[in-house]
């Protein structure tokens, strides 16, 4: 039988030799349940005929090479949640969760557990799993939400996974080991190519649509253009991989977020080098937010001039604070004014204006905020600030002025809403001017 060797160039911890022992006890009757070639284990004979892709995808991977065999990440003690017997041994599947990952890559899985994907699940009992789970109902979440932000793994007695838990390879997927994460999400089983893992189609399964448009902002933005371009150049599969040094011709997502520099080195936490959040009604500073700009900025400078980066960020930061002082924090203090009057109930969802609110802040000013550090002008501005104003002059003032009109007042005496009570002739003479000179008519 095939040995398991999971050094793969590190050390191997204390704990996982004693793993390995007791693994070894039940490879025993695995081997004795399935004849075995030459040289082949008997987990490869037997999926050869059961499920020959995943058999062929194994055997092309760098684990293969490595004579990382099934075992290794499959093959458990019996007390581990969500065991089960087969052939005689006791294995875990199809759910292998980081910790085993973790055995040999034990910097990876990490730095994976401290960033916000591994936290991906706690969307649980937010807004959108109210929306999903209640007013959508459980089926749909269950094909749409926690197939990205990830499930809570149930075990039957006889160790098989539950229907309403599985199949789920959400990036914050809670396992029956009690971690959280999922590698597969971004490392396709079986052969977990670096090349694939580097692609932004492997991000845009999650990152796109209307509330988070990444993969499609990436895309019109000059450096998805550079991508698509220049995708041959990209070296996708060669490790390291360091902008600047194996690859020049574009950046991708892996490249700003997670991959090597010349000075940096890779990160599984997603998070690491975003300064702002811009997920939330309001966007705020994250914590260490100077190192984390000072991070992306590194990435930043292998392209572009210093002087360009920080000219973009002051752009950049100057548009934050715009969607937050004009448009999301007046949204945001109407809301909780009428929460706290009880003009609006505590039940989510049940009133048009909590609809057109969770449009302004969820969709549309996700899509301007996101638009604006992205480098995607469309939305930043059509699929952003227009759908922002549009919602807020024209939906959500006007319905909010039906229950509390003095608090639409307070809002519009500000400077930024002044145009509202209109332009004075001289300054529409001079925006005709100034549109006759640039356009000639």
């Known amino acids: 039988?095939?040995?398991?060797?999971?050094?793969?160039?590190?050390?191997?911890?204390?704990?996982?030799?004693?793993?390995?022992?007791?693994?070894?006890?039940?490879?025993?009757?695995?081997?004795?349940?399935?004849?075995?070639?030459?040289?082949?284990?008997?987990?490869?004979?037997?999926?050869?005929?059961?499920?020959?892709?995943?058999?062929?995808?194994?055997?092309?991977?760098?684990?293969?090479?490595?004579?990382?065999?099934?075992?290794?990440?499959?093959?458990?003690?019996?007390?581990?949640?969500?065991?089960?017997?087969?052939?005689?041994?006791?294995?875990?599947?199809?759910?292998?969760?980081?910790?085993?990952?973790?055995?040999?890559?034990?910097?990876?899985?990490?730095?994976?557990?401290?960033?916000?994907?591994?936290?991906?699940?706690?969307?649980?009992?937010?807004?959108?799993?109210?929306?999903?789970?209640?007013?959508?109902?459980?089926?749909?979440?269950?094909?749409?939400?926690?197939?990205?932000?990830?499930?809570?793994?149930?075990?039957?007695?006889?160790?098989?996974?539950?229907?309403?838990?599985?199949?789920?390879?959400?990036?914050?997927?809670?396992?029956?080991?009690?971690?959280?994460?999922?590698?597969?999400?971004?490392?396709?089983?079986?052969e977990f190519s670096v090349a694939q893992a580097r692609e932004p189609e492997t991000c845009g399964k999650c990152h796109m649509g209307p509330d988070h448009p990444h993969i499609e902002i990436f895309n019109e933005s000059k450096h998805g253009i550079l991508y698509k371009t220049n995708i041959a150049k990209m070296n996708l599969s060669a490790q390291p991989w360091v902008v600047g040094i194996t690859y020049s011709a574009a950046p991708n997502c892996a490249t700003c977020h997670v991959s090597a520099t010349p000075s940096q080195t890779v990160t599984h936490d997603v998070g690491a080098r975003i300064s702002w959040t811009l997920r939330p009604a309001i966007s705020t500073k994250?914590?260490?937010?100077?190192?984390?700009?000072?991070?992306?900025?590194?990435?930043?400078?292998?392209?572009?001039s210093p002087a360009y980066v920080e000219t973009f960020y002051k752009q950049y930061e100057a548009t934050l604070s715009l969607y937050n002082e004009k448009f999301a924090q007046p949204a945001k203090d109407i809301m909780d004014q009428l929460h706290a009057e009880k003009l609006l109930t505590d039940t989510?969802?049940?009133?048009?204006?909590?609809?057109?609110?969770?449009?302004?802040?969820?969709?549309?000013?996700?899509?301007?905020?996101?638009?604006?550090a992205m480098m995607g002008p469309d939305y930043t501005q059509w699929h952003g600030f227009f759908e922002v104003a549009n919602n807020f002059y024209n939906e959500f003032l006007p319905a909010v002025k039906e229950l509390k009109p003095e608090l639409v007042d307070t809002v519009l005496s500000k400077d930024e809403h002044k145009w509202k009570k209109g332009i004075s002739k001289e300054d529409r003479e001079k925006t005709l001017e100034f549109y006759k000179e640039r356009y000639g008519q």
């Open 286 to 304: 994250l914590e260490n937010w100077q190192s984390r700009r000072d991070s992306m900025q590194g990435v930043c400078r292998q392209c572009h």
């Open 348 to 372: 989510p969802f049940d009133e048009k204006l909590e609809w057109t609110y969770y449009l302004l802040w969820h969709h549309e000013g996700r899509r301007a905020r996101h638009g604006a």
């Open 1 to 190: 039988m095939m040995g398991v060797n999971i050094r793969l160039n590190e050390e191997v911890p204390v704990d996982r030799i004693i793993s390995l022992l007791l693994i070894s006890a039940a490879l025993i009757g695995l081997a004795s349940a399935a004849s075995a070639a030459d040289g082949e284990s008997a987990c490869v004979t037997c999926h050869k005929q059961s499920t020959p892709v995943i058999v062929t995808q194994w055997l092309e991977s760098k684990h293969s090479k490595k004579q990382v065999d099934c075992s290794a990440c499959h093959v458990v003690e019996e007390a581990i949640p969500g065991a089960r017997k087969h052939f005689g041994g006791t294995i875990v599947t199809p759910a292998v969760s980081p910790k085993v990952c973790g055995s040999c890559h034990a910097a990876e899985e990490k730095q994976f557990t401290a960033s916000r994907h591994a936290h991906g699940a706690e969307f649980i009992g937010s807004l959108d799993n109210i929306l999903g789970e209640v007013v959508e109902g459980s089926p749909a979440a269950n094909q749409g939400c926690r197939q990205c932000h990830g499930s809570e793994l149930k075990a039957s007695t006889s160790g098989a996974l539950t229907p309403e838990t599985w199949p789920n390879s959400g990036i914050g997927r809670i396992n029956t080991d009690g971690t959280k994460g999922a590698c597969s999400a971004c490392h396709a089983r079986h």
